[in-house]
């Protein structure tokens, strides 16, 4: 029996975590301070009533409420809100026959203010590290929860509104562009080889090589960001061992976030077009 959409998003969580290295991400080989491999592992499993639920046509903001709500029952705290808001429209794409650029991109633009307010309750569910928000948005500021509704829903934005109003988030670009550098990735993977997991590996450092990772940036400052690139660029040149690079950025608390959410997504794309497990 085939596997479901839903299934194969929890699957894409799961290899995304298995791949070894990440430079400085949590993989099989390496933990964080409080964060470990196994809570990726459990934050998995609890996000997949979410995902079933995005999968059966629930609202997208309610579906990536319940997948964070559910990702969030572990001991290690947020591990996968990222993957998850890229996740839950590729899965109500790929539901209705449509997991294109331009399939996406209409889920993505018909969402309502009411997404809006499922995805600031999300935050409510787990801890995650932001950036101020850019000026004029205080009201907004998706660190508020739920106390920020008010303002979404006098301005009448919707989810997409939020998300084109997110300058410099990577997650927010592919939302408003219609995923590019996931698709992109997706082929990518598909035609590599070898075990899935270390495909997951080539495709983040790939990922990390080509654009700065905006989550380093908010948290380690524009420089390191410049320097996460710049050494995947030598990584991927044979100039750096990627293992080594993983340990050091571990060490320095580097962690390239969003690549890993966009490395996730492109996991489950190249699932659902047939790459095997």
């Given amino acids: 029996m085939s596997r479901s959409h839903a299934e194969r998003a929890a699957l894409a969580l799961l290899l995304e ?4 290295p990440k430079p400085g991400n949590v993989d099989r080989h390496r933990d964080h ?3 470990r491999f196994e809570h990726f592992l459990a934050g998995a499993v609890g996000a997949s009533e979410g995902l079933r639920a995005a999968a059966a046509g629930e609202p997208v903001g309610s579906a990536f409420e319940t997948a964070v709500a559910g990702m969030g029952e572990q001991e ?5 809100f990222g993957c998850l808001l890229l996740l839950v429209p590729l899965v109500r794409a790929a539901s209705r026959d449509r997991l294109t650029r ?6 993505c633009e018909a969402t309502t203010v009411a997404d809006a307010a499922g995805f600031y309750r999300a935050f409510e569910h787990v801890d995650v590290a932001l950036a101020d928000p850019p000026e004029g948005m205080d009201a907004l500021d998706a660190r508020r929860g739920s106390d920020a509704i008010p303002a979404l829903e ?4 919707s989810l997409y509104d939020v998300m084109e109003r997110s300058d410099g988030d990577g997650n927010a670009a592919e939302w408003t562009s219609g995923f590019p550098r996931t698709f992109r990735e997706a ?6 080889d070898g075990p899935v997991p270390d495909r997951a590996s080539r ?7 080509e654009q700065e990772d905006g989550f380093v940036r908010d948290t380690a400052g524009p420089e390191a960001a410049r320097e996460a ?3 995947a660029q030598a990584c991927l040149r044979g100039a750096e061992d990627p293992e080594r690079l993983a340990d050091e950025f571990v060490e320095r608390g580097i962690n390239p976030g969003t690549t890993a959410d966009l490395t996730c997504a492109a996991l489950y794309v190249a699932l659902e077009r047939g790459m095997a497990v």
């Avoid at 975590?17 to 070894?20: I, L, Q, Y």
């Avoid at 290690?76 to 996968?80: A, F």
């Avoid at 006098?154 to 934005?157: Q, T, V, Y």
């Avoid at 082929?187 to 590599?192: P, T, Y």
């Fill in 229 to 231: 690139t710049r050494r």
């Fill in 76 to 80: 290690g705290g947020n591990t996968q």
């Fill in 33 to 35: 301070d409080g964060l």
């Fill in 203 to 209: 495709a983040f450092v790939r990922l990390l090589a």
């Fill in 154 to 157: 006098a301005r009448e934005l």
């Fill in 17 to 20: 975590v298995a791949g070894t």
């Fill in 102 to 107: 331009d399939g996406v991109r209409e889920v």
């Fill in 187 to 192: 082929e990518r993977i598909r035609a590599d």
